[in-house]
């Protein structure tokens, strides 16, 4: 019983994180450190491991392949794949993204296995259990060929469980399974960090040949962790392909015309993320009231886009709101980019994607619920930046929305803050740094087979 207790505080904390400390925090404006030149003569392929524990991980990844068919058509094959649910050999390693629900929806137990998630004793048997269970069957992950019939040129990783196995499985590949020592891998392998102002130290290792993360607090974090300056790039957040421009085409007025809506009502948008997660259906019906009384005479719209949480888009449908206040409800939508720029104020949970995109739009945000540790910093992040503010309470959530709106030079303010913590260019940055990690590796290998055949010839 007790092994089994111990197992299931090492599986589920892997998503526990370090806090972020709270201090205004920026993203860094690096510039690329590689060209955007080098091309290939023969198709290349990446392997991206993730879990669907939240969208973000899903998202950042999507991203990415996005950004190198925008970048090098046709040259790079990507594999993106769930490893803890496609190649989980048995419950809760196969089951993790019905864990992640259930704890993200009590977050007491979230923060209960946080505590212990982010102690060495957690960490060391985490890496233990995870080695002993999962080696053969993430093995077969690693081992699976793409279109050219053999093992991916690079893997990528943009979940934080996805460092220490997964290199000691390359390792093992690459020497023909003499070792697990880390030196001995040549597979390149590059981590990009999905979380903004707090992340687990599992994000973190320096067997890793390059580390990109969002901001300086991660960057510090990751200093911590025993990780070089070479191995670290600073960019920002990878982001939707539709948040990769700053700037929007056309007015807001012609964007919410074309989504349907009034065109000159002031726009309050409130997301749960993919997932739904949030009190949307009582913020929603808060800041109803809240618009209603404060200002009887005055009309406003809010856009409610639900997620995956059906329950919460079928309970606002068929509510009857004031007909000074019109309410669109949606459900799972693939043009988020539109309908953020087309409002005026955000309210959403802290996730880090949502956050990132928000400051691109310029949109001032207020946050609703956080995940102890994982989401923590973020809050701190968008109070210390000057976009944003939060509240649990839908009330007072409520009230400091309605007083945004009412004030027009605050709105401004907050609008200037956001776009000046914003990084739209940060996908494709980190994008070509990672294709020239992989096409220097490509050309190295060919040097070093001609230079062996040269030598036996």
Not at 29 to 50: A, F, G
Not at 434 to 446: E, G, N, R, T, Y
Request: proline share 5%; hydrophobic share 40%; glycine share 6%.
């Amino acid at each position: 019983m007790l092994g089994w207790l111990l197992l299931i505080l090492s599986i589920l904390q892997c998503e526990s994180f370090i806090p972020a400390p709270r201090f205004a925090d920026h993203f860094s404006k690096s510039t690329s450190i590689y060209s955007t030149k080098t091309l290939v003569s023969e198709k290349l392929s990446i392997q991206i491991l993730m879990s669907d524990t939240g969208g973000g991980h899903r998202a950042s990844a999507n991203a990415l392949r996005d950004a190198w068919e925008t970048l090098y058509p046709d040259q790079i094959e990507v594999d993106i794949v769930d490893i803890f649910t496609d190649f989980g050999p048995f419950w809760p390693y196969n089951d993790y993204v019905e864990i992640y629900k259930i704890m993200a929806k009590y977050t007491f137990l979230w923060d209960a296995f946080y505590t212990f998630g982010a102690t060495p004793f957690g960490m060391a048997v985490n890496e233990f259990l995870m080695e002993l269970f999962c080696f053969d069957s993430f093995q077969t992950c690693l081992e699976r060929s793409g279109s050219s019939g053999r093992r991916a040129d690079m893997v990528v990783s943009v979940h934080p469980l996805c460092q220490d196995l997964p290199l000691k499985i390359l390792a093992s590949l690459d020497t023909n399974g003499r070792t697990r020592d880390l030196n001995a891998r040549t597979t390149p392998f590059i981590t990009v960090v999905t979380d903004l102002a707090g992340a687990h130290p599992t994000w973190f290792y320096p067997g890793v040949d390059k580390c990109f993360v969002p901001t300086d607090v991660l960057y510090q974090i990751a200093v911590n962790r025993s990780l070089k300056p070479h191995q670290l790039i600073q960019y920002g957040l990878p982001i939707r392909k539709g948040f990769w421009s700053g700037k929007a085409t056309g007015s807001k007025s012609l964007l919410r015309e074309k989504l349907d809506i009034d065109p000159d009502l002031p726009t309050v948008v409130i997301v749960g993320g993919g997932d739904g997660f949030g009190r949307i259906v009582d913020i929603t019906s808060c800041l109803v009231d809240k618009l209603t009384t404060s200002s009887p005479s005055a009309e406003n719209q809010i856009i409610v886009v639900c997620g995956k949480n059906q329950r919460a888009k079928e309970q606002l449908e068929k509510k009857s709101f004031p007909g000074s206040v019109n309410v669109f409800v949606k459900g799972f939508v693939y043009n988020m980019e539109e309908w953020m720029r087309a409002s005026d104020i955000l309210i959403t949970k802290a996730g880090p994607g949502t956050i990132a995109e928000a400051c691109i739009c310029g949109l001032p945000s207020m946050l609703s619920s956080f995940l102890p540790g994982q989401e923590e910093g973020n809050v701190a992040f968008v109070i210390d930046s000057g976009f944003g503010d939060y509240s649990s309470n839908p009330n007072i959530i409520s009230s400091k929305v309605s007083n945004w709106l009412a004030d027009k030079d605050k709105l401004k303010q907050m609008k200037k803050s956001a776009l000046e913590t914003a990084r739209p260019s940060a996908t494709l940055d980190i994008a070509k740094d990672i294709a020239q990690v992989l096409f220097l590796s490509k050309k190295s290998d060919a040097s070093s087979s001609s230079s062996q055949n040269l030598a036996t010839s």
